[in-house]
């Protein structure tokens, strides 16, 4: 059983894409967030992706997130905020908290 | 569970998959008695339950006719008997039932349990009566009703242990026996008789012996007394086996003397019924054994020994009649010692009584020729006229000789009357002074005539002495008659005195002494000192042994000391009074006191001994004085020396011719003519002797004297003064001269003669004392020595050298002595000698036992005793001592001491390994060995060592020690080898699992003798016995742990608890206290600890079976409806009130316990933060005490972390102390170990709470945290990760940790859950990783273990992965990744904030 996500992908009134996902990203379904990713990425220069609705992301999550940065804006939770920051991701990536 | 309509299914009365289970499940029960199981009442039902689960043999006795329900442990027992399920018990046990029907309808009517300890019962279960040993306890069985309806029995099989035992003591019986056995037969005799006591292991025995020098055999003894002893009479080995004369078989002796043991299965048949030794049937087993000679001997016998029928001749029995065939061996080789030295003794003694005889007889026939010699000669002397000169001498030649004969034969038939005892003193009161001096002056004139100062000086006595008159004129007269004979020069001493209570007689010469080594044999008849000088070669040699007869006859002592050319005394000493004589020999005084003519022969005899008496000439002439008293005396003058110079000063030259004549035959002769003359040659060379005569020219005689008594040179030369004026005033004059003889013209050539031998001998005769005293103490059978002031060994006897190897020719010997105990090679040893030395030279008397070294080298034993005294010439301080070898005694005590040392190591060892640990270490204390190794091996021919000193393993001894070791194996059981390189000793013995080999590397200060070898053989036996018996104790241990194990807890405990348990009682290790967890089907947990008063098997079995039923009641009930129903169950149970009982029941899921207290104390919980709170809200009184009020029942909610503990009284209990302080300190100690895991923290509590002497109460401990540990198990594959996660969530929700952390853990948990997928099951998907996570009050611990390899980390080919890694890192506190051949773990721990 693959762990439970949704990938919803939507554009702004400005054409910016957002990526929204719901549920748990681990290695099990890493390669669908990364298919997401890039869909999404292809569209634009600019990829928001909105986590609030992400109860968990582990390593395999944040290689798909590292391979589109510097171009992304990340909408997390308070939770996964200090995994980002602990994996270096706040650094190369605009992060807005909700 | 008092419903008893509540049917339980057939697997909850009878569970398990055990033989009985199956059988009691499918068993018909409705055709039974006792019913179907569904209408049994609760107890028996529960007690099914134990007894089917135990593995300890247990029986359940039901209804009236006692039918028998039972566990597959109980199957050996039964043997064939089984199947009996259900039968009444008098038809299962129908040969026992008047022992144990009594028993257990007593149990029935009275409700009181009984207790059997090594009860003896002859069961018939193999197929023949078979004597076995029980102790089992019967427990009534109430019904619901409180009826008693039944009885529950656990047994243990007690037979190996009391057997043993019981062989044991016949053994020790048999090994008590030793060395009282006077000859084979007596021994053999003993061994019967021990074996008649010991009828029950040995119920028929027979001896044979081999008859010396002969092949036959012939029976000796047999046991019982009085039971023939079988078919074979005395037979030869030679003689085919075969039916005897009575048609009955044989035994076969032979062949057992040839092939050694031979075992008979089938003796009934054979020889019919021998005596059974008390059981009900006759042996049907022997086995014959050749009983071994001393080493290397041939066997001195076989013996028969039948097994009792009622135990089968198993490896053990056999080894049992092998131990007592070789101490009737033992018994019978010791005796036949014995017996060969008795003989030795007795054949000298009989020689002896032969030679006696023998002279007796032919003193009695000497007398009646004698007395026709002496009566036709008396006659004839008193008629001749007188002129005829010739005949008158002849006559009186043959007079003195016929007296001297009579003398002589008179004493042999003396002695021969002594001998026999026919000898009747007669002892009058006697003024011994007066009539001792008579005697002594009868004796004057011949010792005076010999030129010897007679001194004789006897005061008077205060009281008179009792002797027998005759006797006593003998003693005296033997004894000057001795002194006369040895003495040439100085003086004869005869004093008495009174002294210390006695009349102390002396006879003091100044003779020419006896030489030491003939000193012991002084006073022995016959015997005769060689080469003495004497005045005559005349005697018997019977003198001196007569006296000594005749003052022991007086109940007197006499002893001598003499100095070689010295001088010898004796001291005669006799009692005053007469209450040391037989009141039947005293007579009243004589009137006269005259000295009866006993002495006149006594006088004749030494006279014709001096010159002046013809008897020179007969001593010369008469060739028949050599025949009657032969004794290789060899002539003084026999010329083995220089023959002495003799210068003759005279002026007449007939006189010089003739003078020359008589002695030049004999003498180196020098003639002078005068005075003047003689003194210058006496000047140049001084003579042996001068004869010289009075009036002579230019210096006569008395001047010549004079003269050469004034100058040193010639002041020692003897002077033989002839004259021709007779009378006493002449001689005076010589005398006073210095002259040292006086002869007067004319004399007979004879005198002459004598007169010059006497004179000459006179002169050389010096110092010849030691001789003497050296025979005296030859004579002593233990070692005798005289040490000087300085501590030197200046004498010591022939014993001595026997003894310890130094002979007289090394003396003396400086200390230390030779034979003490080298200091490098055994310092005790020679500590013990120099202490034994000092003793001697520092008291005036003592003994002690030391170790001394003879020369040969070996090591003896000897008892050492010491006086001091003053050497009488010098008062020199002198020690004289003896030594009495008792290297024998000694080592019998040192056995029976280091058996006794053994025996009470190896009684402190419950197993094998230890007991042979303490048994290695024990004969390693024993002989200061350097070390003691043990081998083992098992069948599987693995080896295992036992060391006395560190322990090391096989593998790590030199190669040279294995091979040593492996030697030993196959070599003969008990027999010491001396082993060379590497240098030892080993023995191989019997070992339950196998051979064991003993090497034993002596240490430097204790070498191994012969007689330790023997130790060892004895001591090595004994251990193998021992460990024999500690082997079946082992197992029936092994059997009472398996029945604690079964009754005592959970086998599997649920995670997160940890229990200790100690029992107060050991080795038991059950006791009346007990702790259980139950989980409940809804996934709770049932908690309990109980304690039930006393202790031992006793309680062990109450709290069995409420253990059960509180088991039982928890499935369906909440703890105080579970205590209310235990109420009723105990009540049923003898011994079961009163037991308090802590029951709960959790909720892990929410930490959420319920609980009731039946009077135990109250369960301690600890909060994370060291807050403690005892659980006290729902206590009541112990179960099935008066109680009116419903048991109550609590709540509480365990804490995250929390620590619930629960115990019994024995862990906080402790005497003049109030018991909350022992709660208080036991939740200390929880509180400290905190941040243990359970397991640590129970081990944390037991030890903190431990007194000092350990515990004295049983102690049960169950402790549990909150939550429990989380333990995930997941094929490796992503889609389980999901999950997992949701599994630790939940786990860590219930610690209520902060969310960030909970995330931080989730994450890296995931991590390492990824990796353990990707990299260590990449090529092998589907296998297991494991997650387990634990919590302590501060800490968590999180762990994931997979069974692959991880890959080296490639961050640049798999950057996330490194990245995961990194995470982990990151996030967690510690993180360790441990990669192995079988898997990977990585544990992670991090601090709990909340």
């Known amino acids: ?98 | 569970m008092t419903d008893s309509e509540h049917a339980e299914p057939a697997e909850l009365v009878f569970p398990g998959d055990s033989e009985m289970a199956r059988r009691m499940r499918d068993f018909a029960w409705s055709a039974e008695p006792i019913g179907e199981p569904a209408t049994w009442p609760a107890s028996l039902r529960t007690a099914c339950r134990i007894c089917l689960t135990s593995r300890f043999p247990m029986i359940i006795w039901w209804g009236p006719e006692l039918r028998f329900i039972y566990n597959d442990a109980y199957l050996p027992l039964l043997g064939t008997k089984h199947p009996a399920l259900a039968k009444p018990g008098d038809l299962v046990w129908t040969e026992i039932w008047h022992i144990i029907g009594p028993m257990l309808q007593s149990v029935m009517a009275s409700g009181q349990a009984t207790w059997s300890e090594d009860l003896l019962l002859p069961m018939n279960r193999h197929g023949y009566w078979e004597e076995t040993y029980w102790t089992y306890s019967y427990s009534p069985l109430h019904d619901d009703d409180g009826q008693v309806r039944g009885v529950f029995t656990a047994v243990s099989d007690t037979t190996e242990r009391v057997i043993g035992e019981r062989r044991l003591a016949v053994l020790q019986d048999l090994g008590g026996q030793s060395g009282t056995a006077r000859s084979a037969e007596e021994a053999c005799q003993l061994v019967a008789e021990a074996l008649g006591r010991a009828g029950r292991d040995v119920p028929f025995a027979t001896i044979y012996l081999r008859r010396s020098g002969s092949e036959e055999l012939v029976p000796v003894a047999t046991s019982p007394a009085g039971a023939d002893p079988g078919p074979a009479g005395s037979r030869s080995v030679g003689a085919a086996p075969g039916p005897s004369g009575d048609g009955a078989e044989e035994w076969p002796l032979a062949e057992a003397l040839v092939t050694g043991p031979v075992v008979l299965d089938d003796v009934v048949e054979r020889f019919g019924e021998l005596p059974a030794g008390g059981w009900q049937t006759p042996p049907n087993q022997a086995v014959v054994l050749p009983l071994p000679g001393e080493t290397g001997a041939e066997p001195v016998g076989v013996i028969v020994l039948a097994a009792s029928a009622g135990r089968a001749l198993d490896e053990a029995y056999r080894t049992f009649l092998d131990l007592v065939a070789r101490q009737t061996a033992a018994l019978i080789n010791g005796a036949v010692a014995y017996q060969v030295q008795q003989r030795r003794a007795e054949e000298l003694a009989e020689l002896d009584r032969a030679k006696t005889t023998f002279f007796s007889n032919i003193s009695h026939e000497f007398r009646t020729p004698l007395t026709l010699i002496m009566g036709p000669v008396e006659e004839l002397r008193a008629g001749l006229t007188g002129d005829d000169g010739k005949v008158r001498e002849e006559l009186e030649v043959i007079h003195r000789n016929g007296l001297r004969l009579g003398k002589l034969v008179n004493t042999l038939l003396d002695f021969s009357r002594i001998e026999a005892g026919r000898m009747q003193a007669r002892f009058e009161p006697v003024d011994l002074a007066t009539f001792t001096a008579e005697l002594a002056s009868v004796f004057r004139a011949a010792v005076e005539k010999a030129g010897l100062a007679f001194e004789v000086d006897c005061p008077p006595l205060p009281e008179p002495v009792y002797v027998d008159r005759g006797m006593w004129e003998k003693v005296v007269l033997n004894l000057l008659s001795n002194a006369l004979k040895f003495t040439f020069d100085g003086s004869i001493r005869v004093t008495l005195r009174a002294e210390d209570g006695q009349a102390v007689l002396r006879v003091a010469d100044t003779g020419v002494g006896v030489p030491a080594d003939e000193m012991p044999r002084l006073f022995e008849r016959f015997h005769r000192i060689e080469n003495a000088r004497s005045r005559s070669n005349e005697g018997s040699g019977i003198g001196l042994a007569l006296v000594r007869e005749l003052v022991g006859l007086h109940a007197g002592g006499i002893t001598a000391t003499s100095a070689e050319e010295e001088g010898t005394t004796f001291t005669l000493r006799l009692s005053f009074g007469h209450a040391h004589l037989p009141a039947d020999s005293l007579i009243p005084a004589a009137a006269t006191s005259a000295v009866s003519a006993t002495a006149d022969p006594y006088i004749q005899e030494a006279l014709r001994w001096l010159p002046g008496t013809p008897a020179v000439e007969e001593a010369m002439l008469a060739p028949m004085t050599a025949e009657v008293a032969p004794d290789g005396h060899p002539d003084a003058h026999a010329g083995n020396l220089a023959r002495e110079r003799v210068l003759i000063a005279d002026d007449n030259a007939d006189m010089r011719d003739y003078l020359r004549r008589l002695l030049q035959a004999d003498y180196e002769v020098e003639t002078v003519t005068d005075g003047l003359a003689a003194l210058d040659s006496a000047r140049m060379s001084p003579p042996d002797l001068i004869i010289s005569d009075v009036m002579m020219p230019r210096l006569d005689g008395l001047q010549l004297v004079s003269a050469l008594r004034g100058e040193p040179r010639t002041a020692g030369v003897p002077v033989l003064l002839l004259s021709a004026r007779a009378g006493q005033e002449a001689s005076i004059e010589g005398f006073d001269a210095g002259a040292d003889d006086y002869l007067v013209k004319p004399f007979s050539a004879a005198e002459l003669l004598a007169r010059v031998r006497a004179n000459v001998e006179l002169a050389r005769m010096r110092n010849h004392h030691a001789t003497w005293r050296a025979a005296l103490i030859d004579s002593l059978q233990e070692a005798f020595f005289v040490l000087d002031e300085t501590g030197a060994v200046i004498e010591a006897n022939s014993s001595f050298t026997d003894i310890l190897g130094y002979g007289p020719e090394g003396l003396p010997y400086q200390a230390p002595h030779p034979w003490w105990v080298d200091p490098a090679e055994d310092p005790e040893a020679h500590r013990q000698a120099t202490e034994t030395y000092a003793h001697m030279l520092g008291r005036t008397r003592g003994s002690s036992v030391t170790p001394v070294t003879h020369r040969d080298g070996h090591r003896l034993w000897v008892a050492a005793t010491f006086n001091e005294v003053r050497e009488p010439d010098t008062g020199r301080r002198m020690v004289v001592g003896a030594f009495r070898d008792v290297t024998a005694e000694r080592f019998t005590t040192q056995r029976e001491s280091a058996l006794a040392a053994l025996s009470v190591r190896l009684a402190e060892a419950s197993t094998l390994p230890e007991a042979l640990r303490a048994a290695v270490s024990q004969l390693c204390e024993l002989w200061e060995a350097r070390r003691i190794l043990a081998a083992t091996w098992d069948d599987a021919g693995q080896r295992y060592l036992t060391t006395s000193g560190e322990q090391i393993r096989w593998e790590d001894l030199d190669d040279q020690v294995r091979a040593t070791l492996e030697g030993l194996r196959g070599r003969t059981p008990l027999h010491p080898i001396t082993t060379t390189d590497p240098a030892g000793v080993g023995i191989i013995m019997e070992h339950p699992t196998g051979p064991l080999a003993l090497w034993i590397e002596p240490g430097a200060t204790r070498p191994f003798t012969v007689e330790d070898h023997t130790l060892l053989a004895v001591l090595c036996g004994y251990l193998g016995q021992a460990l024999q018996r500690i082997h079946t104790f082992d197992q029936q241990r092994e059997t009472a742990l398996a029945l604690q194990r079964a009754i005592l807890g959970p086998a599997r405990l649920p995670l997160g608890f940890a229990v200790r348990y100690e029992p107060a009682a050991r080795p038991l290790e059950v006791g009346g206290d007990w702790y259980d967890t139950v989980e409940l089907p809804d996934g709770r947990i049932g908690i309990v600890v109980g304690d039930c008063v006393g202790r031992g098997l006793q309680a062990a079995t109450v709290m069995g079976q409420l253990r059960s039923a509180c088991r039982a009641l928890l499935l369906s009930s909440g703890p105080a409806q579970t205590l209310t129903a235990l109420d009723r169950f105990a009540a049923m149970i003898p011994g079961a009130t009163c037991t308090s009982v802590f029951c709960g029941v959790l909720d892990p899921e929410t930490g959420r316990l319920t609980y009731s207290s039946a009077g135990h104390p109250p369960s301690i919980l600890v909060h994370p933060d060291g807050r403690t709170q005892l659980l006290d809200e729902a206590g009541s009184t112990p179960l099935a005490v008066y109680q009116t009020e419903p048991r109550p029942e609590a709540t509480c909610v365990l804490p995250p972390t929390g620590v619930l503990l629960l115990y019994t009284d024995g862990l906080v209990e402790r005497r003049r102390r109030p018991i909350d302080a022992g709660i208080g300190e036991a939740a200390e100690a929880a509180k400290q170990g905190l941040n243990y895991p359970p397991e640590a923290l129970a081990g944390h509590i037991m030890s903190g709470m431990e007194p000092a002497g350990g515990y004295d109460d049983d102690v049960a401990l169950l402790l549990y945290r909150h939550p429990a540990p989380l333990e995930v198990a997941f094929a490796a594959d992503s889609r389980h990760l999901a999950p997992v996660r949701t599994a630790l969530r939940q786990w860590l929700g219930k610690l209520d940790i902060a969310p960030r952390l909970l995330q931080d853990v989730l994450v890296a948990v995931g991590e390492a859950c990824a990796n353990a997928i990707e990299h260590g099951h990449r090529h092998s998907p589907g296998h297991e990783v494991r997650l387990t996570a634990s919590a302590t009050a501060d800490d968590l611990h999180l762990a994931v273990t997979d069974t692959g390899r991880w890959r080296t980390p490639r961050p640049h080919a798999n950057p996330h992965r490194g990245r995961g890694i990194y995470l982990m890192r990151t996030l967690m506190q510690d993180v360790t990744i441990e990669s192995g051949a079988v898997g990977t773990t990585v544990t992670m721990h991090t601090r709990i904030s909340r």
């Not at chain 1, 992400?54 to 395999?60: G, I, K, Q």
């Not at chain 1, 944040?62 to 939770?79: E, G, Q, R």
């Open chain 1, 1 to 98: 059983m693959t762990t439970p996500l949704t990938l919803s992908t939507h554009h702004r009134p400005d054409g910016t894409a957002v990526l929204t996902a719901a549920g748990e990203i681990d290695m099990s379904n890493a390669d669908a967030f990364r298919a997401g990713l890039d869909t999404a990425a292809a569209k634009g220069d600019r990829l928001v992706v909105d986590l609030t609705a992400v109860e968990y992301l582990d390593s395999a999550g944040l290689t798909a997130l590292f391979a589109h940065a510097p171009h992304l804006d990340l909408i997390v939770p308070p939770l996964l905020h200090p995994l980002l920051t602990v994996s270096g991701l706040a650094s190369v990536v605009t992060v807005h908290v909700t």
